[in-house]
């Protein structure tokens, strides 16, 4: 009797289990102008496709290989392959493959592969590359590369961010690149103007050089890179001389309080008497002693590039040369300098 009833339970979960397979709807190919005026008409967000043509826009449930839309594209779970839309995509689940939306590419659990959007990318989890031309966000985590105009933003990253402007994200492994401003808990690798690090290294201090540039700067990053912003006075030229001051740095340990720092970095003085800048470029490396965990002196070694189209200011270029090319419309100056300076660490 037991072994009846122990049969007759099994024969239902098998029947139930193929008339579910029965009732999952799949096209080889879904025509769509805008829903529900499609081959699958108000039933295409249940079906599975193969390849979709929407016209101006299409639902669906899966896509497997290639969907186009005119518009707009939306995958109500996964889809793999090409996706491509003159405006958006949206997936409702994970995208496998490559997402291109003129304007904004959704996916609401997991993007693998590439994404491409003219404006914006949008995902919980991901690995691979994505391109937005204004932003991209990952909610959770991320493996691989974001590329945007102004914006980036993940909670954990691994790999490489790259903006214009800003990069946020919580634990960072690997880079971050961006033209002012990084933002993170955790990230060694920050390459910005202003690196804001919860777990790094900020200082403000004060430096002089060779050429007698007087520089309140700050510097700020993770463990090993940082960025450089200062300004101040110039004491030694003709005019008025204001200089603003901007690079990068590697933190390079040694011993306990001694490490040495290096840096590359570019200064900008105006000319109080024209329109002319007189441009110098240098690259120091600087032996740091720390006389307590917040107070820093360092100084060392530069070679120096400067060049302007002011020639009154000839007096402004050293001595200590290694090349020099003086015209009657241009200085040039390829010489050794040093820099010295103070800081305190916060």
């Not at 004491?235 to 001389?241: C, G, T, V, Y």
Request: hydrophobic share 40%; aromatic share 12%.
């Amino acid at each position: 009797m037991k072994k009846s009833i122990l049969a007759a339970i099994l024969c239902c979960f098998t029947l139930a289990s193929a008339l579910a397979q029965t009732n999952e709807k799949t096209s080889a190919v879904h025509v769509s102008f805008i829903p529900p005026l499609s081959t699958h008409g108000s039933q295409a967000a249940e079906y599975t496709n193969g390849v979709s043509f929407n016209i101006l826009a299409g639902v669906s449930k899966n896509e497997k290989y290639f969907t186009f839309g005119g518009l707009a594209n939306i995958i109500h779970n996964n889809a793999s392959g090409v996706q491509f839309a003159g405006l958006l995509n949206t997936i409702g689940n994970d995208a496998n493959g490559f997402q291109f939306a003129g304007l904004f590419n959704r996916t609401g659990n997991t993007t693998r592969g590439i994404q491409f959007a003219g404006l914006y990318n949008l995902a919980d989890n991901g690995y691979g590359f994505q391109f937005g031309g204004l932003a991209n966000t990952i909610k959770k985590e991320y493996s691989g590369i974001q590329f945007a105009g102004l914006f980036n933003s993940a909670k954990d990253f691994q790999g490489f961010q790259f903006a214009g402007l800003v990069n946020i994200a919580k634990n960072v492994k690997g880079v971050q690149f961006a033209g002012l401003v990084n933002i993170a808990e955790n990230s060694d690798y920050p390459i910005g103007l202003i690196n804001i690090i919860k777990n790094g290294e900020m200082s403000v201090g004060v430096t002089y050089d060779e050429t007698g540039s007087v520089i309140a700067s700050f510097r700020s990053g993770g463990r090993v890179l940082y960025g450089i912003l200062g300004v101040g006075y110039n004491h030694k030229s003709n005019h008025k001389h204001y200089v603003a001051e901007g690079g990068f740095g590697a933190h390079i340990p040694v011993v306990n309080r001694f490490r040495i720092n290096a840096e590359l970095k570019s200064q900008f003085m105006n000319m109080s008497s024209s329109d002319e800048f007189l441009n110098k470029s240098s690259f120091s490396i600087l032996p740091a002693f720390k006389f307590t965990p917040n107070l820093e002196i360092f100084a060392g070694p530069s070679i120096n590039y400067m060049n302007t189209d002011d020639v009154s200011n000839k007096n402004m270029f050293p001595g200590g040369d290694i090349w020099t090319k003086f015209k009657d419309d241009r200085l040039q100056q390829l010489h050794i300098g040093y820099t010295a300076g103070i800081q305190w660490i916060f």
